[in-house]
């Protein structure tokens, strides 16, 4: 499909139109193109992402504000949770950007979960920021609310405001007066590269796993999939 053909494809699964389609199409060039093709007529989309981010803040913000009596510190928690790269690149992948976007062909062929989530949820901002100056601030903040603002309540519901572990341990000291504690299962790899694999308990009992680079990363991990695997079997 013509790079053209793409655009309109994505301006239909947005629901905006562009005024000037180089708005659109700079959002969607990652710094990493450039460097393969320095004779590309648009630049990448970083400065469209610093201000997708803050229009993006704004939004959030203000509803967040006119909408809850909660204390700054819930709202600041609140706020976190809709903003950070995961739901970000969540909302970037229901209308599938990540293959829309401009990549080397060394970031195209990178099949790294997290490295490819960071890229989406910046270009995530980078096409608010898009937005924004083709359309004004009205237009961008109906697209975050229709895209983002939506998501509030189930976050709110499943309490995803709090760091998983923080989250876990709330549930199994509600639910049985627990604390979880964490050991490392497995560790390798070289210094400069480790992995590590530690499980989440309660008790003696194991109830999930998870990976990471640092122990902290990987606790986190567990306490996530522990979420997941609870709520799969009806648990909380």
Known sequence: MEKREQLQELETAIEIVFKDKNF????????????EHPSFALGHNERLEFLGDAVLEL?????????????????TNWRAALVNAKMLAEVGSTFDL?????????????????????????A???LIGAIYLDQGFGVAKQ?????????????????????????FQEITQE???????YKVVEESGPDHNKKFVVG?????????LGEGT???????????NALIQWENEGKI
């Open 143 to 167: 697209f975050i609310s229709r895209v983002l603002l939506i998501r509030l309540d189930y976050i709110l519901e499943h309490k995803l405001y709090m760091d998983a572990k923080s989250h």
């Open 59 to 75: 939004v959030v913000t203000e509803y967040l504000f006119k909408n809850y009596p909660n204390p700054e510190g819930e709202l």
């Open 98 to 122: 990540y293959s829309y976007l401009y990549l080397s062909r060394g970031e195209s062929k990178d099949n790294n979960a997290k490295a490819k989530n960071y890229i989406l949820a910046n």
């Open 124 to 126: 995530v901002e980078a």
């Open 24 to 35: 659109l199409k700079e959002a969607l060039v990652h710094r990493s193109y450039i460097n």
């Open 200 to 208: 989440v308990y309660l008790g003696e009992e194991s109830i999930a």
């Open 214 to 224: 640092s122990k902290q990363e990987a606790q986190m991990a567990a306490a996530e």
């Open 175 to 181: 639910k049985m007066g627990i604390t979880p504690n």
